[in-house]
């Protein structure tokens, strides 16, 4: 029997994660150069501190995707994230420097971007960290063997959100137009038939089921379309269509909330040039009413009984029972 199906009739199990992506990633996924340098850290430093106190309104522990050199270059966002972790948030690792391209490095590389960032969480929190989440959302075998060679207990990267993959598609070809080329890559649309509830993945094909020791926690998408429930879709969506994207989330045994930093901007008060304001709708909308939405989704979730869990806790919980089968 699934853990999916056991948990079926309960009140859902909701983890919220955040992927403290730079500033530079946006720079390069839009193709616009190197980034200003007097926004490098505004992530850490600006960003994370209003979500922090978002989690704390609701009482949250959420898990934080670090990426390591962060840890290493920016000694105030470092604090903030050894505070966080004092207080229970987990940290977890997002690679050293979150490169695109990552399934596509030499064995060796890959690596090195998960080993320097392990050795740097737990130089931080005093643990080494447990999970992983790729950047892009790109897995391969290679890169979940040695996951679990290095004894990960869950991956959170899986998104099989068809609208997504289309609109990633989209916008990298016409950058392409333009005589430019985006510094992210698209995957496998083997993506989109992988399961939306966890599993652990098949030896050579991570995404399917298989018996693997690592646990897969994808991210969440409707049951409907596949689409996509996210920050940034929360942020920007009408009230009503993010409510219903919430409820239909909600309806799923485990709700697995992807947030990123850069959903707590505030372009003008943060200094984000106009270049990229004009690439991220997410951008043109008020910090208050990005509050608003985030805040209004926690209490959407809070009202229907769930329950909150680091990625970690929800891990454990969800290994503790034996998978087999198939769903969905």
Known sequence: MLWYDICVSAAPVVSVSVDLDPVECYFRIHALGGSPDEI???????CLPRLADLFSRHGIRATLFVVGRDLEEDDEG??????????????????????????RLASPRIADEIDRTHAAIAAVCGRPPVGFRAPGYEISAELIDLLCQRGYRYDSSTFPAIPYYLAKAAVMGLIRLTGRRSGSILGSPAVL??????????KGSPYRRGDQPILELPITVTPWLRLHVIGTTLVI?????RR??????????FFNLELHGIDL?????????????AKQPDLRVPLARKLAALDATLEQARSMGSTFLPLRDAAEEI?????SGSRD
């Open 237 to 241: 969506a009408p009230e009503w269509l």
């Open 244 to 253: 219903r994207l919430a409820a239909a989330a909600l309806g799923s045994p």
């Open 319 to 323: 290994q503790k029972v034996p998978q």
């Open 78 to 103: 470092r604090r903030i994230l050894a505070d966080l972790a004092n207080a229970g948030h987990e940290l977890a690792s997002h690679t050293y420097t979150h490169p695109y391209d990552l399934v």
């Open 40 to 46: 490098r850290h505004v992530i850490l430093r600006r």
């Open 265 to 277: 901007a505030d372009a003008e008060a943060d200094g984000f040039p106009a270049a990229l304001v």
């Open 193 to 202: 038939r992988a399961p939306r509830a966890p599993y652990r993945p098949a």
